[in-house]
């Protein structure tokens, strides 16, 4: 079982480059770390009780005055960072990993519709597109938040700064797939296979769904790694720009706004942990991107 | 009786603008000798002339003086144009364009004798006709500043050089109330179609002005900068040396500061507080921090029957009750706010303006001591054994690390067991969500206008309604604050003043209608090589700044 | 083609008034802009009286409507919190803009090739991954990040470079350039590094990717076999054949360099159309966030429209699915 494992083709490449193998083995770990955070991280940042102005700004244990129940220091409210960054990295890819599941799905399938019907649907659709790009992210979430917040009820507007970032996140992705889906399904209609499964009546759905979607998987599949990681880092930006989470929800983006304040007053650690953490995270997703391309792509290997 | 930030004020501080001072509280005839002494004490002053830029976060939105009461503009019009009455470097009332004034008999108002010999930038000689006009513009409809004026019923043009301000009732603290009410020339005004101040479109005014001050504007590109020059014709003797001021709002701070430490500008306001230790470690720059005269404070819902925002306490409103009001104070440890969040900049308050200004009251100098058990205690006193969850409302772009204290605020309240949901927001949606009540408890910061205590009673602790309490978002409400506004308004003797003020500062704090919690620092920073006075009111004037 | 371009116009004006009623009807909800117009000490009935006298009583549908009506006059309004004319605010605001994507543009593109070139014809060598691999790690900090060490490092630490705005400018005609003075290019150095970054990575990649498939084609084998000297196959052969693609996805980011420089120009006090924006967001100005959302739809729309128009003339199996 395990020769035969070895021998696939993509386990042989991905042995070849240690490149990939470090990619994973980092973006493992914090995945691993950001799933289990509850059971790892030593307090909970949600948990208002456990943690205390007065403990405020500490170094991480290894530089003068480190406390050793604070192993990567404290923030300006006392927050353990190791915790913070666990349960930050948890929340950052939740909202990464779900705006890509959306922009996924209805840019494919956008991109497929319009691809596949053509006409005046695609051009509707492509324009859509066309407005989605003039819009940058912040607009995108700025609008998302004003439309729910006409909508939904009063008290329902505290919960809401979740699902707006990751809707804005998603609508400003989904653009990119479902132009290759588009084009993919313009090369692929053509083709003698679709055409044959066409004249055989059969349903549109279950041509695209069976003969074009498992053509552009591969490019699909790297489109959606790059854009993981543009997720978490458009999400930082969000934040930055004052349209993110609050503060007290940790993830990478708002621990490294509240660390800007930082940079210069020698509490380093409260930026730069959390920015190295997001910058292994987005190299790694990235570099898992580009094995994925060179797989698929085998004329460049 | 101005005790803030005096003592860091620049040793430097020239010896003109100390003579000035003024108390806030009584009125002052400009005498000959005052001006004999500040000539001398001026012509040892060093000649060297300089350019000098400087950076704010926000630019003045329009060069108009009457068009928004808000704090940028008038700061940086107050250079520009000038009032009957100007505030010395200590907040005192002193002669501009009035020379000296005086209560009309019967408290029916306040004549103000003018300065003669003033004139605009454009060379139009200065008279009574301009006050007058002023005074229109000023209170009509279209200004943002007519609050101003409210008490006055008219003005009246005694002579060229003589005007009344004539008041329904007497109102010791206008001339004092009206030191931003800048004076624009009629003619000017009149002859560009600027006789209002503009409302949805622009006209003359928002970008081009001409007053009587100490620089005239040289350059206007809104939102990216502005340049004054010295005005030769001034009146007063000039105490600064610079040749040529230029404004640029720069909105991020780390690149504000990066701009002062660069060399590229010469001075910066405000600084984040973690960096004043960076800034001053390096050779060439200094920091210049004092208090503002804005006090901190969490308010609460007094006319809610119920809480807004609690997952569990949804029929009933735990904070009207007094107990667990003093509860929260009591549970919140300001000296650690201070010195974690603040970096010990601020200072502890105990009402609902800073200690110094008039009217504080000495009798009601201690605020709630931070201790936690008393507080579970009260809490169980008042039937919250367990505690309960609530909405803070916060904004996180108006104050000085204003997120940052309604979390740790939220942290110690959750140590005596109730648990507050913080929800911050940038300050553009903050003041529609209080009005609108969205609130259980909310942060507020509050600067008194005349630098009384009146204008907090007027604002906050009077019972809302059209024009009084306008502030007061949680509707507290006690009939006898109310019927000592208007008796402390008019007031004239001063013991009797303090005692009824005195009396409100009691209620309030028995009542703890507010928690105060700390007066909120100004943080300035410049190069060494620069002296400016740092006014409490966080005015940036440019007649005291010299570059050596 | 002319009724092409007519279809395209068409379905523009369509678009754009989608973006008008999006921008409209979003920032009603961004705040209130009368409490951000007045000052504290402002009567509940002055403010009130304010906004009727501005119109923010009236219906939604009153307001888009003459909104709309206005904007289509040329007429885009007045700013809320300056008074200025917005047509006049956001002229004097483009050049900046515009400048700095240009810059940033030719930055990414004078590195990006050569070093995408660069990187093919040499997969595996030490320089080739070090290059990959920090541009790897420049695009995966956040953008204000970046900015704001450029500035402390250039800016302050060394002190070569100015740490904000565009230095001198020069007018020509309204135009305001920084290009023709000294401290105007040096300003543009460091923000125009910062917003070229991701186009730098982008353009290299994909300069990479398609020189090393083009390396691979038959007609560079067949050169190959024939002899061509290797310089000639690499610059003459390989190169020409990848730009037309690079050059396409150029066009179509430049759209994206101008809508994305918001946080370059909020980062670098770029007086620019984004930092306006930044600014008109923060003091609730409705009509100037609105009519900058339009106007960058419109840019992009042109620059659609443009790159379409490019296909066609390029390739011609298009145009007849087009006409389809």
Redesign the interface.
């Known amino acids: 079982m395990l020769g035969r494992l070895m021998q696939s083709e993509a386990v042989w490449l991905f042995s070849r480059s240690p490149?990939a193998i470090l990619a994973a083995i980092a973006a493992v770990t914090i995945v691993l770390g950001a799933l289990f955070a509850p059971w790892i991280a030593p307090t909970d940042p949600y948990?208002?009780?456990s943690?205390?102005?007065?403990d405020?700004?500490l170094p991480p244990v290894w530089e003068d005055g480190g406390d050793p129940r604070f192993l990567l220091g404290t923030d300006?409210?006392?927050r353990d960072m190791f915790s913070s960054i666990l349960y930050g990295a948890r929340l950052s890819l939740a909202i990464a990993a779900m705006a890509m599941a959306i922009a996924l799905v209805l840019g494919v399938g956008l991109g497929l519709a319009a691809g596949y019907y053509?006409g005046r649907f695609d051009?509707v659709v492509m324009?859509?597109a066309?407005?989605q790009?003039?819009?940058?992210a912040?607009?995108t979430a700025?609008?998302i938040?004003?439309?729910s917040?006409?909508i939904l009820p009063?008290?329902m507007h505290?919960d809401l700064r979740l699902g707006v970032i990751t809707v804005a996140i998603a609508l400003s992705l989904w653009v990119n797939f479902a132009r290759t889906a588009r084009a993919s399904v313009?090369v692929e209609r053509n083709k003698d296979y679709v055409q044959a499964a066409i004249m055989m009546g059969q349903h549109p759905l279950r041509i695209m769904a069976r003969h074009i979607l498992p053509n552009i998987l591969g490019p699909l599949l790297v489109i959606a790694t790059v854009d993981l990681?543009s997720a978490i880092?458009l999400e930082?930006?969000l934040s930055?720009?004052?349209v993110g989470l609050?503060?007290?929800s940790p993830s990478l983006?708002t621990l490294?706004r509240i660390g800007?304040?930082?940079?210069?007053?020698?509490?380093w650690w409260i930026?730069w942990i959390p920015?190295l953490f997001?910058?292994v995270l987005?190299?790694a997703i990235?570099?898992l991107g580009d094995f994925l391309?060179d797989l698929f792509?085998p004329?460049?290997r | 009786m101005m005790v803030l930030n005096m003592d860091k004020c620049p040793d430097t501080l020239p010896q003109a603008a100390a003579n000035h001072r003024e108390g806030v509280m009584f009125r002052t005839t400009f005498s000959a000798a005052a001006i004999a002494v500040s000539t001398t004490a001026l012509s040892a002053f060093p000649a060297a002339a300089e350019s000098f830029s400087w950076a704010g976060t926000t630019d003045p939105q329009t060069m108009d003086p009457h068009a928004v009461n808000a704090a940028p503009v008038l700061s940086f019009l107050n250079n520009i144009y000038e009032g009957l009455v100007r505030r010395g470097p200590d907040m005192g009332v002193e002669p501009s364009l009035a020379t000296s004034w005086e209560a009309l008999p019967d408290g029916a108002g306040w004549r103000f004798t003018l300065r003669e010999g003033v004139t605009f930038h454009d060379g139009a000689a200065f008279n009574a006709d301009d006050v007058i006009f002023s005074y229109e513009r000023a209170a009509s409809e279209a200004s943002d500043v007519r609050s101003w004026f409210a008490p006055v019923t008219e003005v009246v043009r005694v002579d060229d050089f003589t005007v009344d301000f004539l008041t329904a009732a007497p109102n010791p603290l206008f001339p004092g109330s009206i030191a931003n009410f800048m004076i624009l020339d009629s003619d000017w005004a009149a002859g560009n179609g600027a006789e209002l101040p503009a409302r949805d479109a622009e006209n003359f005014a928002t970008r081009n002005a001409n007053g009587t001050g100490p620089f005239s504007l040289a350059g206007r590109d809104p939102g990216i900068e502005t340049r004054l020059v010295p005005n030769e014709g001034w009146w007063d003797m000039a105490e600064h040396n610079l040749t040529e001021a230029v404004f640029t709002p720069i909105g991020n701070p780390a690149t504000g500061l990066a701009a002062l430490l660069s060399g590229e500008i010469d001075f910066i306001s405000p600084i984040p507080l973690q960096d004043v230790e960076q800034v001053e470690s390096r050779d060439g720059f200094k920091v210049l921090s004092g208090l503002e005269t804005r006090v901190i404070m969490l308010g609460f819902g007094h006319d809610h029957e119920t809480l807004k925002y609690s997952e569990e306490t949804t029929d009933a409103n735990p904070f009207l009750d007094a107990r667990v009001r003093l509860a929260v104070a009591q549970a919140i440890d300001v000296a650690t706010i201070d010195r974690v969040i603040m970096r010990d900049a601020a200072e502890p308050a105990s009402q609902l303006l800073p200690e110094g200004l008039s009217g504080w009251s000495a009798a009601h100098a201690e605020r709630p001591t931070f201790d936690a058990e008393a507080a579970k205690t009260l809490l169980a006193e008042a039937g919250y054994p367990d505690g309960f969850s609530f909405g803070l409302m916060c904004p996180n772009d108006r104050y000085i690390n204003d997120e940052a204290v309604c979390r740790a605020v939220a942290s110690m309240l959750a140590r005596v067991g109730i648990e507050a949901n913080v929800n911050a927001m940038p300050v553009r949606g903050y003041w529609d969500e209080l009005r609108s009540d969205n609130f259980d408890m909310y942060l507020l910061g509050w600067s008194p206008g005349t630098f009384d205590a009146e204008h907090p009673i007027r604002f906050l602790a009077h019972t809302p309604n059209e024009r009084l309490g306008t502030w007061n978002f949680g509707g507290f409400s006690s009939a006898r604050i109310d019927e000592l506004l208007e008796p402390i308004q008019q007031e004239i003797d001063e013991a009797a003043r303090q005692a009824m003020i005195d009396e409100v500062a009691g209620i309030l704090q028995e009542e703890v209608a507010y928690v105060p919690l700390y007066t909120e620092p100004l943080i300035w920073a410049m190069k060494e090589s620069v002296e400016v006075v740092q006014r409490p009111d966080n005015f940036f004037m440019l007649r005291w700044v010299t570059v050596n | 083609m002319v009724a092409f371009i007519l279809k395209r116009l068409v379905q523009s004006v369509f678009v754009m008034l989608a973006v008008a009623f999006l921008a409209f009807s979003l920032f009603k909800f961004v705040g209130d802009p009368i409490s951000q117009m007045t000052g504290v000490e402002t009567s509940i009935e002055d403010q009130e009286r304010l906004r009727e006298e501005l119109g923010l009583n009236d219906p939604f549908f009153v307001q888009f409507a003459r909104f709309t009506g206005d904007m289509l006059q040329g007429d885009f309004g007045y700013s809320f919190r300056t008074r200025e004319p917005i047509g006049e605010m956001l002229l004097s605001r483009l050049p900046a803009t515009l400048e700095l994507g240009t810059v940033a543009l030719v930055i990414s593109l004078i590195v990006g090739i050569p070093a995408g070139v660069y990187t093919a014809l040499r997969p595996r060598g030490l320089v080739s991954q070090s290059i990959l691999i920090a541009t790897l790690i420049g695009v995966s900090i956040p953008t204000f990040v970046i900015g704001i060490l450029l500035i402390f490092l250039f800016g302050v630490q060394l002190g070569w470079l100015p740490t904000y705005g565009r230095g001198g400018t020069v007018e020509i005609g309204w135009w305001r350039s920084s290009l023709f003075t000294v401290e105007g290019w040096r300003s543009h150095v460091l923000p125009a590094l910062t917003l070229g970054l991701f186009q730098l990575t982008l353009t290299m990649r994909l300069v990479r990717a398609q020189m090393m498939e083009v390396m691979r084609t038959d007609h560079i084998r067949f050169a190959i076999a024939r002899g061509v000297p290797w310089r000639s196959i690499r610059y003459r052969h390989a190169l020409s054949n990848t730009m037309i693609p690079v050059i396409t996805v150029i066009g179509l980011q430049f759209g994206g360099v101008i809508a994305f420089s918001i946080v370059t120009e909020s980062v670098f006090q770029w007086p620019g159309m984004g930092l306006l924006f930044l600014e008109s967001i923060r003091f609730v100005d409705i009509p100037v966030m609105s009519v900058y959302l339009v106007v960058i739809a419109f840019f992009f729309v042109i620059i659609n429209l443009l790159v379409d128009l490019l296909y066609l003339a390029i390739d011609p199996r298009l145009r007849v699915r087009e006409s389809v």
């Open positions: 490149a948990d208002l009780s943690f205390s102005l007065i405020g700004l300006d409210q006392g053509g051009a324009r859509i066309d407005v790009l003039a819009l940058p912040i607009l700025l609008l938040d004003g439309i917040r006409g009063r008290d505290d313009f990681a880092l930082a930006t930055f720009l004052g609050p503060a007290d983006g490294i800007m304040q930082y940079l210069l007053s020698g509490e930026l920015t997001l910058v987005v190299v990235n570099l391309r792509n004329s460049l």
